[in-house]
């Protein structure tokens, strides 16, 4: 087999082509948290790398992710995290001069154009998020407002994702204009660990109609769609497939998410994560216990094992190297002939 690069052993990842792949991709997703890089450096890695060269030092291939901001500078930040910025559509007025800003779709054209050699050579996976019908209202609403607005201001609600929507399609055509990234996703964090936070009607009457409109333009350019939520999505997996929603990330287990039965359930939906971060810090064997829980999925196509979220403190960077080790090695047995035991 010819050597891959590692953006087409993704896009052939995500299309579920085992038979052309020597391993499936070896990515961290999320970020490291900052507590976690602090141990890190005080056991001996290098704090003055750059994102590629870390994941180079890690053994993880290169990805880079595009997060676009909704806000202008000069808006002003909510007074406590998940504080309100709006109540009203008074306040949505007020606000909005200073909301979808000129200078992010700028920022877009100039910073892919930085990336677009390389990423055209194979050597980085490229994504963007989108920040989407659920979260950014929330951002504007404040957490508690945000659920009381499906009911107390549906119509500024409605609002809201028609300005959104216009101005991501915007957005949209800048980027495209540049590169063809692999995959998106739409940053969400809709459940938590008892499944949704709102309704299947709820959805269909404000979530489904922004869906319908950005997608599409995103599927034509063939980039895979994905959802971004925390919690258990697996009630809504099927809403998500509706909406034209491909796949999904982190796949808390926490929060009892089960890859084997969503791969039953639903084979073509794209899962990314879904590994427990909680054994990581106790070594090796449990972390292959692990893979080896995982392994039926990754088998089955369209399944990428990674952190589900990011790697927390309590994991040295010895067991994190470790887990790499252990990655890369169920990344090959997931494309081995089947009869080969792990």
């Known amino acids: 087999m010819d050597k891959l690069s590692c953006a087409r052993r993704f896009s052939l990842a995500l299309s579920g082509n085992l038979s052309a792949l020597d391993r499936l991709p070896v990515i961290e997703w999320a970020s490291w948290w900052d507590l976690t890089l602090d141990r890190w450096h005080g056991e001996g890695f290098n704090k003055d790398m750059g994102s590629d060269e870390r994941f180079d030092a890690l053994g993880l291939d290169r990805h880079t992710q595009m997060w676009f901001n909704l806000k202008s500078r000069s808006c002003p930040a909510p007074k406590k995290q ?7 559509e008074c306040d949505y007025e007020r606000i909005k001069p200073l909301l979808y800003p000129e200078e992010t779709l700028d920022f877009a054209q100039s910073e892919l154009a930085k990336i677009k050699q390389s990423h055209e050579r194979g050597e980085r996976i490229l994504w963007y998020t989108l920040e989407g019908g659920f979260w950014f209202p929330r951002t ?3 957490i508690e407002g945000h659920l009381y607005s499906f009911y107390d201001e549906p119509e500024l609600y409605k609002r809201i994702l028609d300005d959104l929507s216009d101005y991501q399609l915007r957005l949209l055509e800048r980027v495209y204009s540049v590169a063809t990234p692999e995959f998106m996703t739409f940053a969400e964090d809709m459940s938590y660990n008892k499944g949704p936070m709102l309704s299947k009607k709820l959805f269909d009457e404000f979530l489904l109609p922004y869906y319908k409109k950005v997608i599409p333009y995103i599927k034509s350019h063939g980039t895979r ?5 925390d919690g258990d999505i697996t009630e809504m997996v099927p809403w998500l497939i509706e909406a034209g929603i491909e796949g999904a990330l982190p796949l808390e287990f926490q929060a009892g998410v089960d890859v084997n039965e969503l791969k039953r359930r639903f084979p073509d939906f794209i899962l990314i994560g879904g590994f427990n971060k909680r054994v990581m810090k106790l070594g090796a064997e449990k972390m292959e216990e692990e893979f080896i829980r995982l392994l039926p999925a990754m088998r089955k196509g369209r399944f990428i094992p990674s952190v589900d979220h990011q790697t927390p403190p309590d994991v040295s960077l010895e067991n994190y190297r470790m887990y790499v080790e252990l990655l890369k090695k169920y990344a090959r047995l997931a494309v081995s002939a089947r009869g080969e035991e792990a």
Do not use: E, H, Q, T
């Not at 998940?82 to 009203?88: F, P, Q, T, W, Y």
């Open 225 to 229: 769609v994905i959802v971004d939520s």
């Open 82 to 88: 998940g504080g309100a910025l709006i109540a009203d």
């Open 140 to 142: 504007l609403l404040g």
